[in-house]
């Protein structure tokens, strides 16, 4: 059964990937061990309460939230309200939590879990890697102590959507992202290529509006937000779930197909800085980095049918 350490910036899609987990949860096919929220789509703090929420919704309790950095590495910090919405959840107003944060911070927290779990965790980020890379330089020995790095992130042959060539996670922090595409643990990672087949439409988005349940209205609710948002992108009605294609991939590895590349992440390119380039020349290898598993297609119909399933289960 996966144990899951969750690093996020909650955040619409992220919280839908939180209602997935949590039905994994209760059907007790995988372990929720802690979360850990970072800058992104939303201040930290914000982000951690959302995600009390959304655990609180879909009746997950007990799963310790951390607030992580509220700032990138070396830059500006940008939220993305105008996507999410101005409280991160599509201006849907929901009440404040009963839950509230731990004291410890996200960074400090990987590290602990890792140390007290070593080799059974797997980490899920899905927002900026910050958190992950504030990690690394705390313990320099976590790689050996994970037992995976699942990660929504990144762009190669598909458009950036923060600009031409930059994914949101990596361009709000390339300097985060590059530390942990160098770490040498072994890292699965989600892109834009894989995540914009998967945009669900609106025969699904119906069914979704459809179930008679709190947590169904819920979700219907904030994707109504988020299909706003990607009107102009879609031109059609949908939306790109992202992050929980990252997530089911770690109960269903079979869900995607794959291709094992060095990234690297363009950290001075004046229009390409947060882009991710993947070494994609043949034999003799030229990039020593350790290959990066890179999901560039997946099963759709069954995502979006275990996606909505699983908010149908709580
Ligand atoms: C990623 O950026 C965020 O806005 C989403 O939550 C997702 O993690 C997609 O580029
Ligand atoms: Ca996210």
Known sequence: MPKILLDCDTGIDDAMTLLYLASLVKAGAAELVAVGTVHGNIDPRSGALNTLRVLELAGVDGVPVAIGAPRPMAQDVHYALDFHGSDGLGDTGRPA???????????????????????????????????????????PELPSLIREVVIMGGAFDHPGNITTHAEANIWHDPEAAELVFAAGWPVVLVPLDATH?????????????????????????????????????????????????????????????????PVRVELRGELTRGATIWDARTAPARDDRRPVKVMVG????RFQERLLASVFAL
């Open 298 to 301: 997946s099963d759709v119909e």
């Open 97 to 139: 939590p009963r839950g509230e944060p731990t004291a410890e911070a996200a960074p400090a927290q990987i590290v602990r879990l890792a140390r007290e779990r070593p080799g059974e965790l797997t980490l899920l980020a899905t927002g900026p890697l910050t958190n992950l890379g504030a990690a690394l330089l705390l313990d």
């Open 197 to 261: 087949p998967t945009a669900v439409e609106a025969p699904w988005l119906d069914r979704l509006a459809a179930h008679d349940s709190e947590p169904a209205r819920f979700a219907s609710r904030i994707l109504e937000f988020y299909i706003d948002s990607y009107a102009p992108i879609l031109k059609r009605r949908g939306c790109v779930i992202h992050d929980a294609l990252a997530a089911m991939l770690i109960a269903e590895p079979d869900l995607g197909t794959y291709v094992e590349r």
